[in-house]
């Protein structure tokens, strides 16, 4: 069948938008204005490559959900132990100042409860705009992931990311920067955005050993690739996730060493 129809085809169920990101990598040279297809090429050798990274969000995002429910439930807990239970989860007092770029935590905490329809949520509503009585660990389940992300490092008691942490087993130096990793992800993967032969929107910070380890695995990767996040994300699920996040994506990247180069050392345009 040529191309030409399988590409109708294709497009009919596609969004052409979407997928002219991945063919602009096979194209001679678009950022010059030459959007000619390099010798060779074929509709299906593109379409191989953004369907291997729509598998890759699917694994992410399996991945990612139980690292969210995980997280909610520890920073409930610590919160509710080494805080209030009640209250102040959404009083300005409990977080650090964000700064003038960003909305103060506790704002977005009180964004995300006046947005629920939750009758959980809505039955401790009041008329003065406060969650008086509403308990902090039914209070996350509404959150958004970066709201709740925010919550953890901002926290005005250190002690409760510092035993959060110590739950994961992860290091607290680094701890917020490997959760606002995981938030950008699920964004991407959430809205379909393309990972392959594009960066990490906050790269993580991850001990150079567990880098290593992983470089003498796959091969080398530029720090900014999203196999780093893959390889936070695996620390987060250690002893939950068979096979592990990092090796799911290598049997991924071992079908297609174009799609491999993508991931590993990504070159957006």
């Not at 000619?36 to 995002?61: N, Y």
């Not at 780093?228 to 994300?233: G, P, Q, S």
């Amino acid at each position: 069948m040529p191309d030409h129809v399988q590409c109708r085809d294709f497009l009919s169920r596609t969004n052409y938008y979407q997928f002219s990101g991945y063919a602009r990598f096979f194209q001679v040279d678009p950022a010059g204005g030459d959007n000619h297809f390099r010798p060779g090429v074929t509709l299906a050798e593109i379409r191989r490559v953004h369907a291997l990274d729509a598998l890759l969000r699917d694994l992410s995002l399996r991945h990612l959900a139980r690292v969210e429910t995980a997280l909610r439930a520890r920073f409930s807990l610590h919160y509710g132990e080494k805080v209030a239970p009640y209250e102040t989860f959404w009083d300005q007092s409990a977080y650090h100042s964000v700064g003038a770029s960003g909305m103060p935590v506790h704002d977005l905490v009180l964004r995300d409860l006046d947005r629920s329809k939750a009758p959980f949520i809505a039955r401790h509503r009041t008329g003065s705009g406060t969650y008086t009585d509403l308990p902090v660990w039914a209070a996350v389940e509404v959150m958004s992931f970066g709201t709740l992300s925010k919550c953890i490092e901002y926290c005005v008691e250190d002690e409760v990311r510092r035993r959060m942490a110590s739950d994961f087993s992860v290091g607290n130096q680094g701890f917020s920067s490997q959760i606002r990793s995981f938030v950008a992800l699920r964004n991407e993967c959430a809205h379909g955005s393309r990972l392959w032969n594009d960066v990490a929107k906050n790269p993580p910070s991850v001990l150079p050993k567990y880098v290593g380890r992983a470089k003498r695995q796959v091969g080398q990767f530029n720090e900014k690739s999203h196999f780093k996040v893959f390889l936070a994300l695996d620390l987060f699920n250690a002893g939950v996730s068979r096979p592990p996040l990092a090796v799911a994506v290598e049997r991924l990247m071992k079908s297609d060493a174009t799609f491999k180069s993508g991931i590993l050392n990504p070159s957006p345009y």
